[in-house]
């Protein structure tokens, strides 16, 4: 983790399992925020598009079990990393969430 530069993960304030679990309305609000992290990321991290992903249960994929979607901001010819690979420096990292925070100001 991160899959790229810029991924987040838009959690909801609610404690549910996943998205077969969730209320409707708290999934709208996971799902706007989702867009807006998207938008800024991928100004703020000179992508070309973005990837959102959710996984639900084991069968899906699920493997940390709380509702989260991933935000991934993409460049056209790099692919991501494989998932659970590499863990990155703190000190990117905080990089990168200043440079999140900056262009949602």
């Given at each position: 983790?991160?899959?790229?530069?810029?991924?987040?993960?838009?959690?909801?304030?609610?404690?549910?399992?996943?998205?077969?679990?969730?209320?409707?309305?708290?999934?709208?609000?996971?799902?706007?925020?989702?867009?807006?992290?998207?938008k800024?990321?991928?100004?703020?991290?000179?992508?070309?598009?973005?990837?959102?992903?959710?996984?639900?249960?084991?069968?899906?994929?699920?493997?940390?079990?709380?509702?989260?979607?991933?935000?991934?901001?993409?460049?056209?010819?790099?692919?991501?990393?494989?998932?659970?690979?590499?863990?990155?420096?703190?000190?990117?990292?905080?990089?990168?969430a200043?440079?999140?925070?900056?262009?949602?100001?």
């Open positions: 983790m991160p899959r790229a530069p810029g991924h987040t993960l838009v959690i909801p304030k609610a404690a549910v399992r996943n998205i077969l679990d969730v209320a409707p309305d708290d999934l709208a609000h996971v799902f706007k925020v989702a867009q807006k992290i998207a800024v990321s991928v100004n703020a991290f000179g992508a070309d598009g973005v990837t959102l992903q959710q996984f639900s249960e084991g069968a899906g994929g699920q493997v940390v079990f709380h509702l989260h979607v991933h935000v991934i901001p993409r460049k056209n010819g790099t692919a991501m990393k494989p998932p659970a690979t590499v863990k990155e420096a703190p000190d990117v990292l905080k990089e990168q200043a440079k999140l925070v900056a262009a949602l100001a």
